[in-house]
């Protein structure tokens, strides 16, 4: 049976974007905003601190992992207190992709390999909002590893180097999801997968999404009622799951219109439709224009 978690990470279509190797010193606290960018961040030595919306201070440590798929205000500092007034210390570019942070004449707290990756799939929002708000993997070296990888990757001039990077990106997020299934911090998506109810609805879902399921069928896969069904996986995965199954074929749909494959009618048949017009009027609903002109948009943008 298909796995949700790489069918997701798939369509996000995610590539490096940037990277660098942080030091830091002494007392320091650095605050960004961003526009929703997927921040990553893999402390290789040492101790910090990340806050994210103005939480709570997250203590992070030597090979923490930690994922925001959809990055707005956070900040990362020493563990000592910072006031914050005290924001963007000294930085100084050590060499190309190495940047050192706060006092220099004090000893080494932490070092780390943090960037950004971008997700070219037209239905990343969509996509992003399945996945936690944020992701703390502890005791993965996997992931260390990968991370690498992807930092010597981006700084060689090598043949095939988007493609590598691209699957490497790939590999790297269902690692961190498959790492965080289960645990309190998941939501949406990975919460879904955690429970094993629904977890059997979730994956027949994505194996057969032209099957006409309806509330009661998906039920029965999970072994639910009907209404406990309903209830548990809104309340756990973040909506009703009709609104799940239409919203994952509607990104199956723009993907197969994005790459042609097929006309209206046959990527209506292959996303669950049993005709055109009905697909037609399901996406256009949906997508806010006809699945027509939404593949000659996608073919303008691609020229």
């Known amino acids: 049976m298909t796995d949700p978690l790489t069918d997701v990470v798939t369509l996000l279509q995610p590539r490096a974007s940037l990277s660098k190797l942080v030091s830091a010193?002494?007392?320091?606290?650095?605050?960004?905003?961003?526009?929703?960018?997927?921040?990553?961040?893999?402390?290789?030595?040492?101790?910090?601190?990340?806050?994210?919306?103005?939480?709570?201070?997250?203590?992070?440590e030597a090979g923490d992992f930690i994922l925001i798929p959809a990055a707005n205000?956070?900040?990362?500092?020493?563990?000592?207190?910072?006031?914050?007034?005290?924001?963007?210390?000294?930085?100084?570019?050590v060499r190309d992709g190495h940047v050192r942070v706060g006092d220099p004449q004090q000893p080494l707290s932490v070092q780390s390999l943090l960037g950004y990756?971008?997700?070219?799939?037209?239905?990343?929002?969509?996509l992003v909002s399945l996945l936690p708000r944020l992701l703390h993997v502890r005791g993965q070296p996997r992931l260390a590893t990968l991370v690498q990888l992807v930092r010597e990757e981006s700084r060689a001039a090598r043949p095939a180097r988007e493609v590598i990077l691209?699957?490497?990106?790939?590999?790297?997020?269902?690692?961190?999801?498959?790492?965080?299934?289960?645990?309190?911090?998941?939501?949406?998506?990975?919460?879904?997968?955690?429970?094993?109810?629904?977890?059997?609805?979730?994956?027949?879902?994505?194996?057969?999404p032209t099957q006409p399921w309806t509330v009661?069928?998906?039920?029965?896969?999970?072994a639910l009622s009907r209404s406990a069904f309903f209830e548990r996986f809104n309340r756990t995965v973040g909506v009703p799951p009709?609104?799940?199954?239409?919203?994952?074929?509607?990104?199956?749909?723009?993907?197969?219109?994005?790459?042609?494959?097929?006309?209206?009618?046959?990527?209506?048949?292959?996303?669950?439709?049993?005709?055109?017009?009905?697909?037609?009027?399901?996406f256009a609903r949906h997508v806010g224009r006809p699945p027509m002109r939404y593949a000659r948009e996608q073919e303008t943008v691609e020229a």
């Open 73 to 93: 205000h956070f900040s990362m500092s020493s563990v000592d207190p910072v006031p914050m007034e005290d924001t963007d210390p000294a930085t100084f570019i």
């Open 166 to 208: 691209s699957r490497l990106l790939e590999v790297l997020l269902i690692e961190a999801l498959r790492a965080t299934t289960g645990t309190e911090a998941s939501s949406g998506l990975l919460n879904g997968l955690a429970d094993e109810r629904l977890a059997q609805a979730i994956r027949a879902m994505h194996a057969h």
């Open 25 to 60: 010193s002494g007392a320091w606290r650095v605050t960004r905003t961003e526009v929703g960018r997927p921040f990553y961040c893999v402390v290789l030595e040492g101790a910090c601190a990340l806050s994210v919306e103005g939480g709570s201070p997250l203590a992070l």
């Open 242 to 282: 009709m609104e799940y199954l239409l919203a994952w074929r509607m990104a199956l749909a723009k993907d197969l219109l994005r790459r042609r494959e097929g006309s209206v009618a046959q990527v209506a048949e292959r996303v669950g439709y049993s005709s055109a017009s009905t697909f037609s009027v399901a």
């Open 216 to 222: 009661a069928q998906l039920a029965g896969e999970a």
């Open 117 to 126: 990756c971008a997700f070219d799939s037209p239905d990343a929002a969509l």
